[in-house]
T-cell receptor
Framework: NAGVTQTPKFQVLKTGQSMTLQCAQD?????MYWYRQDPGMGLRLIYY???????DKGEVPNGYNVSRLNKREFSLRLESAAPSQTSVYFC????????????FGPGTRLTVL | AQSVTQLDSQVPVFEEAPVELRCNYS??????LFWYVQYPNQGLQLLLK??????LVESINGFEAEFNKSQTSFHLRKPSVHISDTAEYFC??????????????FGAGTRLAVHP
């Protein structure tokens, strides 16, 4: 099993450009998440998808959109990138119980100039 | 509101010395507690978790954490660290949320630097 995979690993954008971060999991998990990690702030939830066909805002959703394409895939889109979106982005997945472990992808390091 | 506080942003320590990474949480409901570890340039991976039962939980690589309900703490300890333990450690609480998903609230992280 590959677990949770993310593409790309690195990306540099200019202000105003758009891009989509891809995430896929092969663990048959129902729930998937997008986080951003910034120094000294831990991980903050951007959006989540509790199950296929549903998505909801997390703590810091502004400037982002998501699509739960199917049970395996959950993408994050930046429509018009801003320097404040420079961060490391992590996708995660888990089962339905709040006791379940979240499994994380390797991350995408995004720089917006 | 629920929150997680990691009391030290950085902890430098010499190899083979003991270490404690401190974590306190606040919550009005019962929670599950987790420690995740992030090695350089990698994603997070589970180190250990407390769900119920014995308040002392252990990981396979020698870390342990003790749940203290009265002090709302979940400190992480290791009696003798290795260079390979150098990483960032995140404490997190898991909350039940209607709609059937697993909400994790993370602390800001503690960077453990083990020196020879």
């Amino acid at each position: 099993n590959a677990g949770v995979t993310q593409t790309p690993k690195f990306q540099v954008l200019k202000t105003g450009q758009s891009m989509t971060l891809q995430c896929a999991q092969d663990m048959n998990h129902n729930s998937m998440y997008w986080y951003r990690q910034d120094p000294g702030m831990g991980l903050r939830l951007i959006y989540y998808s509790a199950s296929e066909g549903t998505t909801d805002k997390g703590e810091v959703p502004n400037g982002y959109n998501v699509s739960r394409l199917n049970k395996r895939e959950f993408s994050l889109r930046l429509e018009s990138a801003a320097p404040s979106q420079t961060s490391v982005y992590f996708c995660a997945s888990t089962g339905m119980s709040f006791a379940d472990t979240q499994y994380f992808g390797p991350g995408t390091r995004l720089t917006v100039l | 509101a629920q929150s997680v506080t990691q009391l030290d942003s950085q902890v430098p320590v010499f190899e083979e010395a003991p270490v404690e990474l401190r974590c306190n949480y606040s919550s009005s409901v019962s929670v599950y507690l987790f420690w995740y570890v992030q090695y350089p340039n990698q994603g997070l991976q589970l180190l250990l978790k407390y769900l119920s039962g014995s308040t002392l939980v252990e990981s396979i690589n020698g870390f342990e954490a003790e749940f203290n309900k009265s002090q709302t703490s979940f400190h992480l300890r290791k009696p003798s660290v290795h260079i390979s333990d150098t990483a960032e450690y995140f404490c997190a609480v898991s909350l039940p949320v209607s709609g059937g998903y697993n909400k994790l609230i993370f602390g800001a992280g503690t960077r453990l630097a083990v020196h020879p």
